[in-house]
């Protein structure tokens, strides 16, 4: 029995391949090209696996050594990176500062520890503002969420504001400013104190608030309020005298704004005599048309800082 050395065919021995016609006899087979001899030789595919895995070995290695280097100390943080890692192992850091290739510092500040961080510390107010408004009679109820302070004699109202009275003032369009504010130095048992007087009627009349500061501190200032506002009868133009006198203990907290009501009578006009005597003063509210209609209010804001 044969092979037929191209089909594949075996038969009886003989010198044709009775499936393809191959003369068996004087057939001699083509040797494969060179390059698939090579290729498909068992040591040729042996020396491409050692060389695939000695290149993925490299690889790992080269990206293993761009790895960021990181120096950590107890205030901060140093990131180092480079694009140069031969360079850095031949010649040290130093010589990284003058290699051509860019090296990038980056400083990331670690979170100050909570006993290191600043404490804002309340300091004890050191003046007192007063200042003088007519406002709209709707103007109290529209103050978002005050507190209804009530002494003896005194009744108020208190917002917390972290501003000034004039930024408290601006917030509002129905506030007309009074002459007559101003700003007090504040110290223990001296008595701060604003005065608007004449001798009229041969008697001393006029407006005075005075503020006896009996506490002073950050946590709050407690003072002795004194309000006194007198005018006397005017027969000729019809005029009741006007005597008010208020006295009440209060107590200013940090930021937080007093505003004082139910002061002063619509029932008593400014002559101009009087006006003139007394010049520009919290009292030229009674000259206003509005405030004698009961339309608006005469108002006093208070603060320290």
């Known amino acids: 029995m044969v092979t037929c050395p191209r089909c594949e065919f075996t038969q009886p021995k003989d010198r044709y391949c009775a499936n393809c016609g191959l003369d068996i006899e004087n057939y001699k087979p083509q040797k494969p090209p060179a390059l698939s001899r090579i290729w498909n030789n068992p040591w040729t595919q042996i020396c491409i696996m050692i060389l695939l895995l000695t290149a993925t070995v490299n690889y790992l290695l080269y990206k293993n050594k761009l790895t960021p280097e990181i120096e950590i100390t107890d205030q901060k943080i140093t990131k180092l990176t480079t694009k140069s890692p031969k360079s850095f192992q031949k010649k040290g850091l130093k010589s990284l500062k003058k290699a051509s290739t860019k090296t990038a510092l980056v400083e990331v500040k670690s979170p100050r520890p909570e006993s290191q961080k600043k404490v804002q510390t309340l300091k004890a107010p050191t003046k007192i503002t007063i200042k003088f408004a007519e ?37 509002y369009s129905m506030i007309d400013v009074l002459p007559g504010g101003a700003t007090k130095g504040l110290s223990l048992n001296s008595p701060a104190f604003i005065s608007f007087t004449a001798n009229i009627e041969e008697l001393e009349h006029g407006f005075f608030i005075e503020a006896l500061p009996s506490q002073i501190a950050a946590s709050g200032s407690t003072f002795t309020l004194k309000i006194n ?25 940090p930021n937080e704004i007093l505003i004082i009501t139910d002061i ?14 007394l010049g520009p003063s919290p009292l030229n509210v009674l000259t ?16 320290t800082k």
């Open 229 to 253: 506002a007198s005018l006397p009868a005017n027969e000729p133009l019809n005029l009741p005298d006007m005597q008010v006198s208020l006295e009440d203990e209060i107590t200013l907290l």
């Open 135 to 171: 406002v709209s009679a709707g103007f109290l109820n529209s103050i978002q969420t005050p507190t209804t302070r009530k002494g003896s004699q005194i009744q108020a109202l208190s917002v917390n504001d972290q501003g000034t009275i004039s930024n408290f003032i601006g917030k």
């Open 264 to 277: 002063l009578s619509s029932q008593r006009n400014l002559a101009a005599e009087e006006r003139s005597l």
């Open 288 to 303: 206003s048309k509005e405030f004698l209609n009961n339309d608006t209010e005469f108002i006093i804001f208070i603060q």
